[in-house]
């Protein structure tokens, strides 16, 4: 059997091995069992497995590339363009869900939306050095290799975690309750499961404006989410207090998505409100590291009530989402709970990617990463207040410097819902306020969400020039 590619030839067959070699390629493909870009083997290793003359397998290849089957270059090997004809699959498409779901329908130059896409260049070299050091010799841990990662994350990792967390948002914890967890999404989930089984949670207090796929996430976990207003000093608390609910999510650094940062006076209340309540309150520090603004960042609300306040955080903004790796700091009440929901959801995250971000972390690198990635999203803050001074009358840009995006809040006389469409006819893809929100009846003022810190600077300075031609198009004409 051939190692590197199951072909089928018969040497007493009454067909020559070159073609049975082209039917059986051409077979695969059709079938759909090779795939467009696959790496075929060298015509050498083929025709040693197959134990055949090398000049069989070369001629074969050769007839399958001038039929279109196949493609050769210098350097990348052989491999399958498809049927003759037939069309690749496209990479990641540039059109993807507009607001409300609906699908783009023109071609895009600018993409401003927040997510997985507006996440500056990923740290290559310092990443592929951290994995040297800890897998190349005398670096490597025995244990990593040979077995399952500890469901809570690595000792090591967790380690540099609490004492990173300490220095740079104040946050009052140890490595004993630091979990590693595979993006917010998983903290999320067991969350949801822990809160609901040991203290009786079925409600989560969500924030309006907030993340329209927790919400979803939250509600499909057999939550109920319970929107709580925003507005410039954050979460309204009062409002919380009269919803009845024992749980919220909050995003007080860098509220999602308009950018409010929870004043004190807010802080304290809610702090009081978890006490008197009996309440939890979960910390999404997703832009955690990410000022860039005047004067210092405000500590995490963890600092204020480590007993009640369960802090979350990831990778996905510094780093990249493909990464796959967050971690919880969480009260001794509720950390056991977490683990073993953990215990039962999986076997933990990737120790290799969890032992290279603690080399990160503890050998400076990251400090470092995180330095350039604050001067850039500085710079194209800057660019972008500048051309929305310049090109959007009547706008503002909302909240202190922080974070990849940001929340402008438009003329009142402007239509949110034409000015996002006249933008996307422009090929400029952004989202206006009102997909971030519940719909809970307030009257809010046209707004967009704008996705920043990946473009270059010409480029925020001409994705918002459009969105000014965009709202002189969908402007209003005022009553009266």
């Not at 509600?219 to 749980?247: C, F, I, K, Q």
């Not at 990831?314 to 056991?336: D, H």
């Amino acid at each position: 059997m051939s190692l590197h590619m199951t072909v089928d030839v018969a040497r007493n067959a009454g067909e020559s091995l070159t073609s049975q070699i082209q039917r059986f390629i051409k077979r695969e493909i059709a079938d759909g069992v090779l795939h467009p870009g696959t790496r075929l083997p060298s015509s050498r290793r083929l025709a040693d497995d197959l134990d055949v003359s090398r000049s069989v397998v070369v001629e074969a290849y050769e007839q399958l590339v001038a039929e279109g089957y196949l493609e050769a270059a210098t350097g990348s090997g052989t491999r399958v363009v498809g049927r003759p004809g037939h069309r690749r699959a496209a990479g990641p498409a540039l059109l993807d869900e507009g607001p409300g779901g609906r699908r783009a329908t023109a071609p895009v130059q600018w993409d401003l939306r927040t997510g997985g896409d507006n996440v500056p260049d990923f740290p290559r070299r310092e990443w592929l050095l951290c994995y040297q050091r800890v897998l190349g010799p005398g670096g490597a841990r025995a244990r990593a290799w040979n077995g399952y990662p500890p469901p809570a994350g690595e000792a090591v990792l967790r380690a540099e975690l609490a004492g990173y967390l300490g220095r740079v948002r104040g946050v009052r914890t140890r490595a004993e309750r630091v979990l590693v967890v595979s993006g917010f999404a998983q903290a999320l989930a067991l969350l949801c499961t822990a809160l609901a089984r040991t203290e009786g949670v079925r409600e989560l207090a969500l924030e309006d404006p907030g993340h329209p796929g927790q919400r979803r996430f939250v509600e499909e976990a057999g939550v109920r989410a319970v929107p709580v207003p925003v507005d410039e000093e954050g979460l309204d608390v009062d409002a919380l207090a009269a919803s009845g609910v024992r749980a919220v999510l909050v995003t007080p650094g860098h509220q999602f998505p308009t950018g409010a940062v929870l004043s004190a006076r807010r802080r304290d209340a809610l702090a009081r409100w978890a006490r008197e309540r009996d309440g939890w309150v979960i910390e999404d520090d997703y832009g955690s590291g990410l000022w860039y603004d005047r004067g210092t960042a405000p500590p995490a609300l963890q600092r204020l009530l480590p007993e009640r306040v369960l802090y979350a955080g990831t990778v996905s903004k510094t780093l990249s989402p493909a990464l796959r790796l967050g971690w919880l700091a969480a009260p001794e009440r509720l950390f056991g709970p977490l683990l073993r929901a953990r215990e039962r959801q999986d076997l933990g995250s990737d120790a290799f990617s969890q032992l290279a971000l603690a080399e990160l972390l503890g050998s400076g690198l990251f400090d470092r990463h995180l330095r350039r990635l604050r001067e850039r999203a500085r710079e194209r803050r800057a660019a972008l207040d500048e051309a929305v001074r310049r090109h959007l009358p009547g706008a503002r840009v909302l909240g202190p410097a922080t974070g990849l995006h940001a929340y402008v809040r438009l003329s009142r006389y402007v239509s949110e819902e034409r000015l996002v469409a006249e933008a996307l006819r422009s090929s400029v893809l952004v989202r206006g306020g009102s997909a971030y929100r519940f719909g809970t009846g307030r009257p809010e003022a046209p707004a967009v969400v704008v996705g920043h810190a990946h473009l270059p600077r010409d480029g925020v300075a001409e994705a918002v020039r459009v969105l000014g031609a965009a709202a002189r198009v969908a402007r209003r004409v005022p009553r009266g």
